[in-house]
């Protein structure tokens, strides 16, 4: 969840969304508010360990793919302090405040009127706010992700464990092995896939420089699809730029860990872009490789 030489991953801080709600603002880079189209799909709020300080609240997206294992982002697992907190409401909130839950020990201080944050993280005892319901589980790291340190093993894959009750919501299902190498290049160019999650907004400011930037709110589920454009046994990158004429935008921030849909399968985990304003290139794990499915099996046989 650190930001990398030329690639940036799209976990994002929550402490740091902002309320700058524009009604009718397209979602991502381009797309559409999801609705109830892909229920399974969730927002994950947790902590996570941050270099010289106490741990800070993060949120990203994951998928449901058995009735007590969500998959994301090996980004999104690594270090978490606690457990993670997990919502499958597609609106979380329209504009600031979002009133999503804090730890016990992560208190305001009146001096700074800011949340220093939390040694201890989410105990599972927290309840969602606002009416929403909270489920909590463990977070588990792929052996082998390499933290972006080894760009032909990324390994970026994570899975959260619920400790109960299940959701009742349907699991997403995994594409079988190697499916995505049946769409390489030339096929790739002309393949969208569909990817959801609970990003942050690229849009023009109201005021000031009209340079489109990332905004927070409304958070809510969001959709879009993206062509592909460069595939490796790993990863397979697509054209997030909203003005690409074959696709519909890509993903921003928050939306690690959230799934790329294929056929009905579910072919991906977001893991990075490019650009700070999300118009770029996306870069997406591979969930139908054999390091990562035989991993995987091991959670959603149990």
């Known amino acids: 969840m650190r930001p990398l030489?030329?690639?940036i991953v799209a976990a994002v801080a929550a402490a740091a969304i902002t309320a700058s709600a524009i009604p009718g603002?397209?979602?991502?880079t381009g797309g559409e508010r999801d609705g109830a189209r892909h229920p399974n799909v969730a927002m994950l709020l947790f902590y996570g360990?941050?270099?010289?300080?106490?741990?800070?609240?993060f949120r990203c997206s994951g998928t449901l793919i058995s009735p007590?294992?969500?998959l994301t982002a090996g980004h999104c697992t690594d270090g978490t302090v606690g457990k993670t907190l997990v919502f499958f409401d597609s609106v979380i909130a329209e504009e600031a405040p979002?009133?999503?839950?804090r730890a016990a020990d992560d208190i305001e201080d009146p001096a700074t009127e800011t949340f220093p944050g939390s040694a201890l993280g989410f105990t599972g005892a927290e309840s969602g706010g606002k009416g929403r319901t909270a489920y909590f589980g463990t977070a588990f790291t792929h052996p082998g992700y390499s933290n972006f340190t080894d760009r032909n093993d990324w390994n970026d894959v994570g899975v959260i464990v619920l400790s109960g009750p299940e959701p009742g919501i349907t699991p997403a299902t995994l594409a079988p092995v190697n499916y995505l190498s049946t769409f390489a290049q030339p096929a790739l160019n002309k393949t969208l896939i569909t990817f959801v999650g609970y990003g942050t907004e690229v849009r023009k400011p109201t005021s000031g420089p009209q340079k489109p930037q990332p905004f927070s709110y409304p958070l809510v589920r969001r959709v879009t699809d993206a062509n592909g454009q460069k595939l490796t046994d790993q990863i397979v990158q697509v054209n997030g730029n909203p003005s690409n004429v074959i696709g519909g935008g890509g993903t921003c921030f928050g939306d690690s860990g959230g799934p790329g849909f294929l056929n009905g399968f579910q072919v991906t985990v977001t893991s990075y872009g490019f650009t700070d304003n999300c118009r770029y290139i996306d870069g997406h794990q591979r969930v139908d490789i054999p390091v990562v499915h035989d991993w995987i099996a091991g959670f959603t046989a149990r």
């Open 98 to 101: 979002s009133e999503l839950p």
């Open 5 to 7: 030489t030329r690639l």
């Open 68 to 70: 007590t294992v969500i």
């Open 49 to 57: 360990e941050e270099p010289g300080g106490l741990p800070q609240r």
């Open 25 to 28: 603002a397209q979602a991502i």
